[in-house]
């Protein structure tokens, strides 16, 4: 079982920066694809951002030009730089996993969420 640990959350001025951290933790595993996905208030989650085992990645039309995301693979962690953030940006941010683990079976694994708040 892989445990998943978001932090880097908090309180941004519009036209601010945040970056979240999400580091997996368990043992005999290999991630493969990580992904960051938002929850706003009274709307369902969506993907955000995601990132392959080589490092190709991929970006709602939303937040493309002002998010990036990246992952070390030796700290098996996933961070979301956020560049220029708007109120809409506002919601739970959390992320997801895709690893193999024992005799190569898949699992996904979710954190448990970080709180991001875009307000003046």
């Known amino acids: 079982q892989v445990q998943l640990v978001e932090s880097g959350g908090g309180l941004v001025q519009p036209g601010g920066s945040l970056r979240l951290s999400c580091a997996a933790s368990?043992?005999?595993?290999?991630?493969?694809?990580m992904y960051w996905y938002r929850q706003a208030p009274g709307k369902q989650r969506n993907l955000v951002a995601a990132i392959s085992s080589g490092g190709s990645t991929d970006y709602a039309d939303s937040v493309k030009g002002r998010f990036t995301i990246s992952r070390d693979n030796a700290k098996n962690t996933v961070y979301l730089q956020m560049n220029s953030l708007k109120h809409e940006d506002t919601a739970v941010y959390s992320c997801k996993a895709d690893y193999t683990a024992g005799r190569g079976i898949s699992f996904i694994s979710w954190g448990q969420g970080t709180q991001v708040t875009v307000s003046s």
């Open positions: 368990g043992s005999d595993f290999s991630i493969n694809a």
